[in-house]
């Protein structure tokens, strides 16, 4: 199969989603995260990630809007943050981020982080949601395998997606054949290790040798797993530069190269001990 920035994943729920998304993690509130959004939608991008937490949801629905892209053409995905979790919390606060969004409708909602307590009934809210047409996806992030059991184990209706920290460095691969065995997409936050890795020796070697940046080379490693990959910029030059990984493929050597490098780097949050 031949992928291009237009490729999309059919969820587990008939929903497809596109495999390469901009991620607005930290990006400022106002003008910057808007032309960033903006800059990927004329770059051809279709996948906004954003989350309460980051208070930058309003930015997100004010730059679909003026980028005359149809709204039904962009997918766009939201999280719970902790403070909201439970069930009627929950739906106040999806309803809160449709308001800032501006949006009808939700393509993916996911519960940023398994909150011990309050989880099983977030999801129960989740499942609400999706069956009012709300959200019309409902998935999970920073889940491990046990919390995933957790879920499933007291819910008919399993995530469609699971967001966590993802690249050669952090290679989860027993996480990835679980969600796989039960049709759970796995997306990728910081694919790029926020940048502590695209000096690694080995990365750089191979973005020489493929003539692309070390960026893109942990891009398509992320796609070429069947990752939805989400590299987050605010610079319209790195974000079309990000989106510019279609056109090369890394061979199965490669591929088994980067593979070797983990080392369970986390950058971010580590969900491991989340009882």
Aim: proline share 4%; hydrophobic share 40%.
């Amino acid at each position: 199969m031949t992928l291009t920035l237009a490729s999309r994943l059919t969820l587990r729920d008939g929903h497809t989603i596109p495999l390469l998304g901009l991620g607005v993690y930290m990006s400022p509130v106002g003008e910057e995260t808007q032309a960033a959004v903006r800059a990927g939608l004329a770059s051809g991008y279709r996948h906004i990630d954003t989350a309460r937490v980051y208070g930058n949801e309003a930015d997100v629905g004010a730059a679909v809007r003026d980028s005359g892209v149809p709204r039904g053409e962009v997918y766009v995905t939201t999280k719970l943050w902790n403070a909201d979790q439970g069930y009627v919390a929950a739906l106040r606060a999806c309803e809160a981020s449709l308001q800032r969004l501006g949006f009808g409708y939700i393509d993916l909602f996911l519960i940023h982080w398994p909150v011990p307590q309050l989880r099983h009934e977030t999801w129960r809210a989740f499942v609400e949601l999706q069956r009012q047409g709300i959200c019309r996806s409902i998935g999970v992030s920073n889940y491990t395998i046990a919390h995933l059991q957790e879920l499933m184990g007291r819910s008919d209706v399993a995530p469609a997606v699971n967001q966590v920290e993802f690249h050669p460095f952090l290679y989860q691969q027993a996480l990835q054949q679980f969600c796989g065995g039960h049709r759970i997409a796995v997306e990728a936050y910081s694919p790029l290790t926020r940048g502590e890795r695209l000096d690694d020796p080995v990365v750089v070697a191979l973005a020489k040798q493929y003539g692309k940046s070390a960026a893109q080379i942990l891009i398509r490693w992320g796609l070429q797993h069947g990752l939805i990959v989400l590299p987050k910029s605010t610079r319209a030059v790195r974000i079309q530069e990000n989106a510019a990984v279609f056109d090369f493929a890394l061979s199965e050597t490669d591929m088994a190269t980067l593979d070797g490098l983990n080392e369970n780097l986390r950058t971010c949050w580590d969900p491991t001990s989340a009882p």
